[in-house]
């Protein structure tokens, strides 16, 4: 090869950026009510891989609307939601099922934890139902995954033997058990004190900076939104800002 034609010759292409773990186009929600109630209103969002991002608004402007339809628990009105670029909207319901159980975790305000079940017990349930990994597998990551939260005394005890913090982390253990791309929370620290409340941000931080996790997360609370990458901000049903 001729200096002339090095110079010339097309640069190697470089990798394609992976998909947004998460988008959103022209996505509405409206209650078809008597008098109907638009709860989401022509939402375009996109959140990347491994980004930390909490929806923040007014009560009653849309948050959990909207963070329930990026995790296909809510059917749109129009518009569509992409899971790592694949459209749902023409998906059956157990498509979409078998989405949410593989592709996200999800964390309340309230864990929702099993009362009957031991604390490894209920981390195992979502590996169970996706059925990847035997009885003894299950139990084994739901062991780890409780030790990485702090968790390892707990493992034999009910959820009512634990404390509200402890009892958010088995839900956050939960989550993560069948290594989502894309973790919701629906004001995950609500109930909790503030040391608690810090404790369960750490994680999430972690979860995304250490792991490449997605987190999006909807938050009352100023102090956890502003520790994370960006907000988005919405008002009546209409993103506001991000």
């Excluded at 157990?94 to 017990?121: I, N, T, Y």
């Excluded at 739901?142 to 913090?165: E, F, I, M, R, V």
């Excluded at 810090?198 to 997360?217: H, P």
């Amino acid at each position: 090869m001729t200096a002339a034609e090095a110079t010339t010759a097309p640069a190697p292409a470089s990798p394609s950026a992976p998909p947004p773990t998460v988008e959103t186009r022209n996505l509405t929600r409206i209650l078809p009510l008597e008098v109907p109630v638009t709860l989401v209103d022509d939402a375009t969002i996109k959140v990347e891989q491994g980004e930390y991002v909490s929806i923040v608004g007014p009560s009653g402007s849309g948050k959990s609307s909207l963070l329930y339809l990026l995790g296909l628990l809510d059917t749109p009105t129009s518009g569509e939601v992409l899971i790592e670029g694949e459209a749902t909207s023409a998906m059956t319901a157990d498509r979409l099922a078998g989405l949410r159980l593989a592709k996200v975790g999800f964390v309340f305000q309230f864990h929702f934890l099993l009362p009957e079940f031991s604390v490894v017990d209920n981390v195992a349930v979502p590996m169970r139902k996706l059925g990847k990994l035997s009885d003894r597998e299950a139990r084994d990551r739901a062991h780890q995954l409780l030790t990485d939260l702090g968790l390892a005394d707990q493992l034999k005890k009910n959820p009512d033997q634990l404390s509200g913090g402890q009892r958010q982390r088995v839900a956050i253990a939960r989550a993560l058990a069948n290594q989502p791309s894309l973790i919701l929370a629906d004001e995950p620290t609500g109930s909790l004190d503030q040391k608690s409340s810090q404790v369960v941000s750490d994680i999430f931080a972690g979860l995304s900076a250490d792991r490449g996790v997605t987190v999006v997360m909807v938050t009352h609370d100023r102090d956890m939104a502003a520790q994370c990458d960006r907000q988005i901000r919405i008002v009546d049903g209409r993103i506001e800002a991000q």
